[in-house]
């Protein structure tokens, strides 16, 4: 009984504590707790400042040039005449190197063409940039040498 009676007290005098005007803090904790008690201190905890966090670059990949691009279907024979070709020749290059084709299919892409030259027992190319440079080797030693 007691023990209730010196809480209602206490929250009484709080009440009262926080309707006067111009009452601070330390006058409220002090009007609430009995001097018997000790009073906590209370240190506030400050807030951290956030720091940046260096976000990663994602790595730029460089663009392979069309000689390392891998454009060949089969693997061309040692020796042989399409084992001289690189994807990216011109097409002079190739016909110096390896001679005239046996027949030439020409297609329109776009506004562009391409020519798909044949070879007895080597197989055909594809030249693609209207015709001008060498963008697919196909390896294939049963070939007619016509389309």
């Not at 506030?44 to 956030?50: A, D, E, G, L």
């Amino acid at each position: 009984m007691r023990h209730q009676a010196l809480c209602g007290l206490l929250v009484m005098t709080v009440m009262a504590g926080c309707a006067m005007p111009g009452n601070e803090a330390g006058a409220l904790k002090a009007a609430s707790v009995p001097a018997s008690a000790p009073v906590p201190v209370v240190t506030p905890t400050p807030t951290p400042i956030p720091t940046p966090v260096p976000v990663a670059k994602p790595a730029r990949r460089k663009a392979k040039p069309a000689s390392a691009v891998s454009a060949v279907t089969g693997k061309p024979a040692p020796g042989s005449k399409f084992a001289k070709l690189r994807i990216g020749m011109s097409r002079k290059q190739v016909e110096s190197l390896i001679g005239l084709p046996g027949d030439v299919k020409t297609t329109q892409v776009g506004a562009y063409t391409h020519d798909e030259t044949f070879y007895l027992h080597e197989g055909s190319l594809l030249f693609v940039k209207n015709g001008a440079v060498l963008g697919h080797i196909t390896v294939d030693t049963s070939a007619s040498g016509y389309q």
